[in-house]
């Protein structure tokens, strides 16, 4: 009897697991990357040693605007190649983000940082803000 029902609890955590993640990827697919981005976050428990899906959680984030959830990504994506890489988009992303912050409101010159350039709008804007910095300092010296 105790061997049927450790059978049956283990079988639920299997299938509820695949579950999670397939309403993930199902809300991913169907561009509902709010959803599944608040969802991955309410059972991030349950995958987070899953890097495609830590990965996948990290873009529905993204792509939903929710670019403060990405740490915890950044910090479990490292044993495979692409999983390094989207750590390091995350990476960019979330520093982008606070140097932004850090440049507008304490006034402080972000103009000289570097940063590669990737297609989400933060990284737009902080690749636009240091260009205008840049021309700002420059007209200012001369």
């Not at 994506?77 to 992303?93: D, H, Y």
Request: glycine residues 4%; aromatic residues 14%.
């Amino acid at each position: 009897m105790r061997l049927l029902l450790f059978f049956l609890v283990f079988l639920t955590y299997s299938f509820g697991d695949k579950i999670i993640t397939k309403d993930i990827i199902n809300l991913y697919k169907s561009g509902e990357y709010r959803k599944a981005c608040n969802y991955g976050f309410r059972v991030f428990e349950k995958f987070k040693n899953d890097e495609n899906m830590v990965s996948l959680y990290g873009i529905s984030c993204l792509k939903a605007g929710y670019v403060d959830r990405i740490g915890i990504p950044i910090l479990l994506l490292k044993s495979s190649k692409s999983a390094r890489a989207n750590a390091a988009l995350f990476s960019t992303i979330l520093a982008q983000k606070k140097l932004l912050f850090y440049a507008l409101f304490d006034n402080v010159d972000i103009s000289s940082l570097v940063f590669p350039e990737t297609d989400h709008i933060i990284s737009k804007i902080f690749t636009l803000c240091c260009l205008l910095l840049q021309e700002i300092w420059i007209s200012g010296r001369s």
